[in-house]
């Protein structure tokens, strides 16, 4: 289908879900209301240093991480937002131990993972952070509903609060990226059918942990570094796979001898963003497999991550078979 760049996203939804016909229009509903948390929390972000909503909000999240005040307030919004649609039955986010199951939502199709804030200990000093969503199909009444394959999501996407604010989402129909027109409070298609370059020339990762990988992840970096490749790390997931998406090349996030299955979780941000990635062309893999993949067994457990251009991402497990 030709998609019209200028178009908004309700128009852009409404156009996809007709190409459906047993369609009930519940997908269509849920991400218009990611699209409506996503202009508050980026309202709120842009004045974020005026107004006291920077620094920490002195509390600790699961993971034993500071929780920065935007943190807690984009987690706040996007389960308001979200619960109140009444599409979805249950409500899994990165800064909870357990769901929230809405009371609105108990006959909702479909269940939501959240990272609210992504990257947010860049929020202080102006770097790009974003929200990551990952939506399945209920398949339970209770938690296990969560444990799906990576490649059953039925939608996945983030909202990058950058230069501009962009959602960039799939629902396994290619990758398509809309920017919000402040002036307007609307996102327009900016970035129809996105394609991941087939190769790039940029590597993104922390080189801090050099010591502590394996030999076989140190002596890939060591001759991408030979091939002149530049590196690019801001230390907000969101920013660096969108860079990534759009400029092709490498993102990872190893294992080391410290984090067993590395830093970053399965079903938060590693599945809608390998979800991403492969929808637009690219490779995700976990140094076996596509992070697609992976059955789940808990909501918070972590993998190692490596996604990208498909001739990167090929010439990475060539060190690692
Ligand atoms: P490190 C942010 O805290 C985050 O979860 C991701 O957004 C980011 O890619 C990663 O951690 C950065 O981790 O160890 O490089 O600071």
């Known amino acids: 289908m030709y998609k019209k760049k200028g178009i908004d996203l ?3 939804i409404l156009e996809e879900e007709r190409r459906y016909p047993h369609a009930t229009g519940t997908l269509s509903h849920a991400l218009l209301a990611i699209e409506n948390a996503g202009k508050v929390i980026s309202a709120h972000i842009n004045k974020a240093g005026l107004v006291d909503i920077l620094g920490r909000a002195e509390k600790i999240n699961i993971y034993g991480e500071d929780v920065k005040k935007l943190d807690e307030l984009a987690n706040k919004w996007l389960i308001e937002h979200l619960s109140a649609s009444g599409d979805f039955f249950a409500i899994a986010s990165e800064e909870l131990e357990e769901p929230v199951f809405p009371e609105v939502g108990k006959d909702g199709k479909y269940v939501i993972l959240l990272d609210p804030l992504d990257g947010s200990s860049n929020i202080d000093v102006n770097i790009s952070v974003g929200t990551i969503f990952s939506i399945f199909k209920k398949i339970s009444d209770d938690v296990t509903t969560f444990f799906q394959e990576g490649y059953k999501q039925v939608a996945a996407g983030y909202i990058i609060y950058g230069s ?3 959602m960039v989402y799939t629902t396994g129909n ?19 059918d ?8 940029i590597y993104s990762i922390n080189e801090a942990y050099y010591l502590r990988w394996d030999g076989r992840i140190r002596n890939w970096l060591d001759t991408i570094k030979q091939n002149r490749y530049s590196l690019r790390y801001v230390g907000s997931m969101v920013a660096d796979v969108h860079r990534t998406l759009l400029k092709g090349g490498v993102f990872a996030y190893p294992a080391d001898s410290k984090n067993k299955n590395g830093k970053l979780r399965l079903l938060y941000e590693a599945f809608p963003m390998s979800f991403i990635i492969e929808q ?14 992976i059955k789940p067994t808990e909501l918070h457990q972590r993998t190692p991550v490596f996604l990208g251009s498909p001739e990167d991402i090929k010439e990475l497990l060539n060190f690692l078979n």
Request: charged share 15%; hydrophobic share 35%; proline share 6%.
């Open 10 to 12: 309700a128009r852009f």
């Open 194 to 201: 996105i394609k991941i370059p087939s190769k790039g020339k």
């Open 164 to 166: 501009s604010t962009m």
């Open 174 to 192: 290619g990758v398509h990226g809309f920017t919000l027109d402040p002036m307007i409070g609307t996102f327009i298609l900016s970035h129809p």
């Open 280 to 293: 637009a062309g690219g490779m995700s893999t976990n140094g076996e497999k596509s992070i697609l993949q």
